[in-house]
């Protein structure tokens, strides 16, 4: 019932008042509208909370004004429209460029990173006792938290306690309760889409050995192939 409300409150703020069905206000048109002008304000608060409580990092950077009016214009569009607040800030990304573009991705990446399911990732003290055949036949899938940013100007990236550099890929990984932030060069882009769904671990180091090296020792990675 509070979906179906949802919808044909929404419905009548985007085609007008002469849509909304009657049981949800009483009196003339004039009530009705305001009614609908009340309910359209609360829920612009709720959305602009939401999206400075998921963005604080880009807010600050950017400034109130130019944040604000970015997210004025991000939540016009219909799809956004009809995400839940948790999910109205996928895409924000879009409405950026430079170094602000980067830092919105990292935010957003962060926040999935930090909402994914709990799950140990796989350590290096983990493969100690495994054979050589054991080793390379390993089938290993990326831990649910981690996620992968490409910098679009990575000099300019900044985030407290990430290391600075020119490395344009930036891996947001939570191994433990802690969002971990690795820098890697450009070739650790295409060794994360050979793991996609899964890879084994003989195929990871026969691509990059090093590169896998530091994507376990982020807790990038996770042991098993990915199921549906």
């Not at 089938?139 to 992968?148: C, G, I, V």
Request: hydrophobic share 50%.
């Amino acid at each position: 019932m509070l979906r179906e409300t949802q919808l044909a409150m929404r419905k009548a703020l985007t085609l007008g008042p002469d849509y909304c069905p009657p049981h949800l206000f009483r009196g003339e048109i004039v009530q009705v509208v305001l009614g609908l002008s009340a309910y359209a304000n609360n829920i612009a608060a709720a959305r602009m909370k939401a999206m400075e409580e998921s963005f604080p990092r880009t807010r600050a950077f950017t400034g109130d004004e130019e944040f604000r009016g970015a997210v004025a214009i991000h939540t016009i569009f219909p799809e956004v429209l009809n995400r839940p607040l948790a999910a109205i800030g996928q895409d924000f990304e879009r409405m950026w460029a430079g170094a602000a573009r980067d830092l919105v991705a990292a935010e957003w990446a962060g926040l999935q990173a930090y909402e994914a399911v709990d799950e140990p990732g796989l350590a290096l003290a983990d493969l100690a006792g495994l054979s050589e055949a054991e080793l390379l036949e390993l089938p290993l899938r990326p831990h649910p938290a981690a996620q992968l940013v490409l910098l679009h100007r990575a000099t300019d990236f900044r985030w407290e306690g990430a290391p600075a550099g020119h490395d344009p890929v930036l891996l947001i990984s939570r191994p433990d309760a802690a969002i971990t932030l690795t820098r890697l060069p450009a070739a650790a882009a295409g060794l994360w889409e050979l793991l996609q769904p899964s890879a084994t671990l003989g195929a990871l180091l026969e691509r990059d050995p090093n590169l896998t090296t530091q994507f376990i020792e982020a807790g990038a990675f996770s042991a098993g192939e990915s199921t549906p």
